[in-house]
């Protein structure tokens, strides 16, 4: 099955590596489906990144901003990470070939998830936390 999935994404790589495909490709996906397919396939898309042109998918994320912020608030953090922490020259390029306010959006999303997950009621500068009013 690994081979398949190879030969898959060294084909979808090629695919989109041409950036009038990607852009358009992008203008038309429902980024639910997309984060559904991303967070259920971790193999498929390590190998899918490390065929694809960093560039090319940095300019169609930049011709399709609001793509992007709508696939980030779908995306499964730790799905996500292994295909990223194995691609990290891909992820380094593509980060420098964004436009900075779509870099800066997409960063609010995942900040926003990040604080909505943490966030725990009472842990402010002025309440103190439970464990050290207990203490006193």
């Given at each position: 099955?690994?081979?398949?999935?190879?030969?898959i994404g060294t084909l979808t790589g090629k695919m989109a590596g041409r950036e009038d495909l990607t852009a358009g490709m992008l203008s038309s996906l429902d980024p639910k489906a997309l984060a559904r397919a991303i967070n259920s396939n971790g193999a498929f898309?390590?190998?899918?990144?490390?065929?694809?042109?960093?560039?090319?998918?940095?300019?169609?994320?930049?011709?399709?901003?609001?793509?992007?912020?709508?696939?980030?608030?779908?995306?499964?953090?730790?799905?996500?990470?292994?295909?990223?922490?194995?691609?990290?020259?891909?992820?380094?390029?593509?980060?420098?070939?964004?436009?900075?306010?779509?870099?800066?959006?997409?960063?609010?999303?995942?900040?926003?998830?990040?604080?909505?997950?943490?966030?725990?009621?009472?842990?402010?500068?002025?309440?103190?936390?439970?464990?050290?009013?207990?203490?006193?």
């Amino acid at each position: 099955m690994s081979q398949l999935f190879r030969k898959i994404g060294t084909l979808t790589g090629k695919m989109a590596g041409r950036e009038d495909l990607t852009a358009g490709m992008l203008s038309s996906l429902d980024p639910k489906a997309l984060a559904r397919a991303i967070n259920s396939n971790g193999a498929f898309m390590t190998q899918l990144i490390a065929n694809l042109d960093p560039k090319v998918i940095a300019d169609s994320i930049n011709r399709n901003p609001d793509f992007m912020t709508r696939l980030m608030k779908e995306l499964d953090a730790s799905a996500v990470a292994e295909s990223v922490n194995k691609n990290q020259r891909f992820m380094t390029k593509m980060i420098e070939n964004l436009n900075p306010n779509v870099f800066t959006r997409s960063m609010n999303v995942v900040f926003n998830k990040i604080r909505r997950a943490t966030y725990r009621p009472g842990l402010s500068e002025t309440e103190p936390e439970e464990s050290s009013v207990k203490s006193n």
